[in-house]
């Protein structure tokens, strides 16, 4: 196996991290790639935190800011950090068929998880399965078609969330609320902060 290429910005326990991500990804199973990256990212954020630069952990005032840790140049996978200042949050959006693991590594996240029931015309109709708050160590895993959901800091305390995904989330679905219970998709681009 090919060690990830260190990054100014990554310590020894991060590189080693990512290389065990690139290994999970190489068995070509959503399912158990999801399981591995999930497991060993919660461990270490319990275990040993993860160690990021100040920079990763600027807000913005105005949205929350994605900082890309890594993008593999052999196989689909990218790893973003987020910070996100008090009371930010995602509009609904879906993750356009990729499979994404999130963990929380500073602070306490609200998740909120959809069901997509119907999609007609252009309107797209949804149910609120599942709202919970997850705190540092929390993992959790969207893969394709279960992928809508909501993410918000419900605290005044800045939170520091860590994404890896299935290749590069450059672009997703966010629905807008129509008023009359119906959600209408638009495409979104999707960059970096610094």
Not at 101 to 120: F, I, K, N, S
Not at 142 to 155: C, M, S
Request: hydrophobic share 35%.
């Amino acid at each position: 196996m090919e060690p990830a290429s260190p990054g100014p910005c990554r310590s020894a326990a991060l590189n080693h991290l990512i290389d065990d991500w690139r290994d999970a990804v190489r068995s070509g199973d959503v399912d158990a790639i999801t399981r591995r990256i999930k497991a060993d990212l919660a461990g270490q954020i319990r275990s040993e935190g993860v160690d990021l630069p100040p920079s990763f952990r600027r807000t913005d005032p105005d949205h929350y800011a994605r900082r890309l840790l890594y993008r593999d140049p052999e196989l689909p996978l990218t790893a973003v950090v987020m910070a996100w200042a008090p009371n930010q949050a995602t509009p609904l959006h879906d993750h356009s068929g990729i499979w994404c693991v999130e963990g929380v590594v500073e602070g306490e996240m609200e998740v909120v998880r959809y069901d997509l029931l119907e999609e007609r015309g252009g309107a797209c109709r949804f149910a609120e399965v599942e709202r919970l708050r997850a705190g540092v160590g929390s993992a959790g895993a969207l893969i394709p078609p279960l992928e809508y959901h909501v993410l918000r800091n419900p605290t005044e305390e800045t939170v520091i969330t860590l994404h890896v995904y299935g290749g590069e989330m450059d672009h997703c679905g966010v629905f807008e609320p129509q008023g009359d219970g119906s959600w209408r998709r638009e495409e979104r681009a999707l960059s970096y902060h610094d």
